[in-house]
């Protein structure tokens, strides 16, 4: 193995999906283009956690873009992480910026924003964004791409 994948505990091991985001390791590795300025997105169209309330299943399309430091997210990890809410009661709320925070935590970069993008609970979709601070100047940032919710329109 590399340098950059020496402390890894999950690529390229058969790791069972972790019970909570809590008991899930987030991993990152070093950035080969450090003091570069671009833009790293990640794209989850099946994310799934249980309302805190009734327990029924909620889904979400998430996007996260970050701008990397010294660190980028290994994703493997990310994809473990994730998907440890499938059994996790939180709101939409508490799901969508307690993931930014979190990966804000874990690799400081100079900039990060998630969007979650809800189905309908009760007929009314919830779109929650958060971004951890003013958008590096300079820096070319795509829309994320995922229409508002229309139903059957």
């Known amino acids: ?21 809590e008991q899930a390791v987030l991993e990152r590795v070093p950035n080969p283009q450090p003091g ?5 997105r990640f794209t989850q169209p099946e994310f799934t956690s249980l309302c805190p309330i009734t327990g029924q299943p909620d889904f979400a399309h998430l996007v996260i873009d970050y701008v990397p430091d ?31 925070k979190r990966l804000v935590q874990l690799l400081a970069p100079q900039w990060l924003r998630i969007g979650g993008y809800w189905y309908p609970r009760g007929g009314m979709p919830i779109d929650v964004f958060w971004q951890s601070g003013a958008v590096p100047a300079g820096l070319w940032l795509p829309d994320q791409g995922v229409p508002g919710y229309r139903g059957r329109g």
Not at 1 to 21: E, F, N, V
Not at 77 to 100: M, P, Q, W
């Open 36 to 40: 570069e300025a671009y833009v790293v």
């Open 70 to 100: 010294e660190w980028l997210v290994e994703s493997k990890s990310l994809k473990l992480y994730l998907g440890s809410f499938r059994n996790h009661g939180a709101f939409h709320e508490d799901c969508t910026v307690g993931i930014g």
């Open 1 to 21: 193995m590399s340098h950059y994948t020496d402390a890894l505990t999950q690529l390229g091991a058969k790791i069972d999906l972790p019970d909570s985001p």
